[in-house]
């Protein structure tokens, strides 16, 4: 819920993913007393690097296909989404990772498929 218009998840990453050069994509909400912000992060195909014209591109398709109000604060490149064995994507760890829980406590590394994944969004977290 953001602005007052609920949009899943899913809707966004339907949007984000039809832009050619993202293979992947995680959205996550955080709110603290600290900090309020939505970051997207995403897995580009190989050879293509995240630059400015990417991102608007990147924006402009949430913007039109969801809402403006969707438009995430910032884009991140990321090497692989966290994911369970089962291959859902872990919205609510990332969400603790970056709200300050460390990922030991964030998720049980054995019930993940690519449990290295949560490392990159934890050194993330100190940055932004």
């Given at each position: 819920?953001?602005?007052?218009?609920?949009?899943?998840?899913?809707?966004?990453?339907?949007?984000?993913?039809?832009?050619?050069?993202?293979?992947?994509?995680?959205?996550?909400?955080?709110?603290?007393?600290?900090?309020?912000?939505?970051?997207?992060?995403?897995?580009?195909?190989?050879?293509?690097?995240?630059?400015?014209?990417?991102?608007?591109?990147?924006?402009?398709?949430?913007?039109?296909?969801?809402?403006?109000?969707?438009?995430?604060?910032?884009?991140?490149?990321?090497?692989?989404?966290?994911?369970?064995?089962n291959g859902k994507?872990?919205?609510?760890?990332?969400?603790?990772?970056?709200?300050?829980?460390?990922?030991?406590?964030?998720?049980?590394?054995?019930?993940?498929?690519?449990?290295?994944?949560?490392?990159?969004?934890?050194?993330l977290a100190q940055?932004?």
């Amino acid at each position: 819920n953001r602005g007052g218009i609920r949009m899943g998840t899913a809707e966004i990453y339907s949007a984000v993913e039809k832009v050619e050069e993202v293979n992947e994509s995680l959205v996550v909400d955080v709110q603290t007393p600290e900090k309020a912000f939505m970051p997207l992060f995403v897995v580009l195909k190989e050879g293509v690097e995240l630059d400015e014209d990417l991102k608007k591109r990147i924006n402009g398709r949430i913007r039109e296909e969801c809402s403006p109000r969707h438009v995430p604060n910032e884009i991140y490149a990321v090497e692989e989404i966290p994911k369970t064995l089962n291959g859902k994507k872990l919205e609510v760890p990332v969400k603790k990772i970056l709200s300050g829980t460390p990922p030991e406590d964030a998720a049980s590394r054995d019930s993940l498929a690519n449990p290295d994944a949560l490392d990159q969004f934890a050194e993330l977290a100190q940055r932004i």
